[in-house]
């Protein structure tokens, strides 16, 4: 069963640029992932501190390697200082 998520990041103010230069290297690396069909990385026109990741995996076995990864983890403590708020939605194919 193909999963999706929806990602929203908030940046806290002053730190958009560097999430944002963060989170490209994020997408440059996932996308060499097995499993991953799409990994789309988009900001916000309303709000230039709100991002928003469109993921399509494979599985959940896929989605939870992704979670695993060397370069996931990476991301999650470079940014850690830098991210406001994270929504994350997944769904999946019906």
């Known amino acids: 069963m193909k999963i999706t998520v929806f990602a929203q990041i908030q940046a806290h103010p002053g730190q958009t640029d560097a999430l944002f230069n963060l989170l490209k290297q994020l997408v440059r ?3 060499t992932e097995a499993g991953c069909f799409e990994y789309t990385l ?3 026109l309303d709000n230039a501190n709100h ?3 469109y993921e399509v995996w ?3 076995a896929a989605l939870d390697a992704h979670m695993a990864s060397p370069h996931f983890n ?6 850690e200082e830098l991210v406001k708020q ?3 939605h997944k769904t999946y194919t019906c």
Not at 74 to 79: D, N, R
């Open 29 to 31: 690396d996932t996308h």
């Open 42 to 44: 988009h900001h916000s």
């Open 51 to 53: 991002f928003w990741m």
């Open 58 to 60: 494979q599985s959940q």
């Open 74 to 79: 990476a991301f999650v403590t470079a940014s």
């Open 86 to 88: 994270v929504d994350i």
